[in-house]
């Protein structure tokens, strides 16, 4: 390797490290769940995107097998050429009936949705107006467009509207935003976002990943919970967090989009087709979700109950409603040493730090799960409590 690029990694790599910033991978010694082995050791898990549990649900793995011996182990191709089964036609109808739109086309993950969504739509003459605080994927996925950006502050109505204003000589004005944030665990104000779509002549798009399956009234997400099912041109989402936890994504929306996606998206037409055991165990996820759905209530309340017992600590929390909790420590080091140490005590959480958050914004982010006992949630209380003193922090 070339010296001087060998010298400027190394030094960017012990930076890291002196500063206790180094992402490690720990180990999983077995599969996804509410308690899980990590370097040899036993713990609760308070990090994973599994807010309905399914992730090792015994009948969506039997689903996914069954869909490996009946279509096989992968396409060997892009979905035009010859990667689409009728496993996948399957899975596009029910994702457009569950989340009540016109057609739904699939990607290898959400990234790649995001990153399929804005390129084959907008050009020069057109405008993209996003949340500060989208995901990384939608503001990559913008980046690959040619048009006009603007942000606007996070959910800051008056923001957007200057944004909107500002770009009334565009031809096609689309406004981006995550259904739930991520790092914040918040959501949109999506029925004043469709309002004010809907005065400007504006096209409205929602990423539901942190939602899907488990917000709202039947667990269609952020735009059911928010009631502006039909004011919503496009929603991303992923299969890999609440709905069973494996991969992909999709795009799901108005049919002459999702037609335009099928001609001209980038990660469709190059990238190859999903496995049929992810469209498999996908499939039986929306059977469960839609027969009740018996896992979303209890997501809901374990995050009710951590909110409230960590407040009650003293906990300096982001205020919200979702299975996403941000402990705000805002030190960056103390982040990671608190994770460090809750990680010793059996729990099994992550300190963020630049560049997933802001500077001086470091935090703990737990998410439940439907697996979770209260005696879970009580023991990562004690733990967060007793951590916590020793740090000073509370
Ligand atoms: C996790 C996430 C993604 C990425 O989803 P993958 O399917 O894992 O690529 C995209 N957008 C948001 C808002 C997410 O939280």
Known sequence: ??????????????????????????VLEGSQGRSISVDGRPVLNFCA????????????????KDAMDRWGY???SVRFICGTQQIHKELERRISSFLRTDDTILFSSCFDANGALFEPLLSEEDAVISDELNHASIIDGIRLCKAQR?????????????????????????????????????IARLKEICALAKQYDALVMVDDSHATGYLGKTGRGTVELCGVEGQVDLITTTFGKACGGASGGCIS????????????????????????????????????????????????????YFRSEMEKAGFDLVKGETAIV?????????????????????????????????????????QLSATHTKADVDRAVEAFVTEGKKMGLI
């Open 1 to 26: 390797m070339n010296e001087q690029v060998r010298k400027e990694l190394e030094s960017f790599l012990s930076l890291q490290e002196e500063q206790g910033l180094l992402k490690r991978e720990r």
């Open 49 to 64: 995107n599994n807010y309905l549990g399914l992730s090792d649900n015994q009948e969506v793995i039997q689903a996914a």
């Open 74 to 76: 992968g396409l060997s």
């Open 150 to 186: 603007l942000r606007y502050k996070h959910s800051d109505m008056e923001s957007l509207k200057s944004c909107l204003e500002e770009s009334k000589q565009s031809r096609r004005r689309l406004i981006a935003t995550d259904g739930v944030f991520s790092m914040d665990g918040d």
């Open 253 to 304: 929306g108005n049919q002459l989009l999702i037609d335009l996606y099928r001609q001209r998206a980038r990660p469709y037409l190059f990238s190859n087709t999903l496995a049929p055991a992810i469209c498999g165990g996908t499939l039986k996820v929306l059977d469960l979700l839609e027969a009740g759905n018996p896992y979303k209530e209890r997501t809901l309340s374990n995050a009710h």
């Open 326 to 366: 941000p402990v705000m420590i805002y030190d960056e080091p103390k982040a990671v040493a608190l994770a460090d140490r809750l990680l010793q005590a059996g729990i099994y959480v992550i300190g963020f730090c630049y560049p997933v958050v802001p500077k001086s914004k470091a935090r703990i982010r737990v």
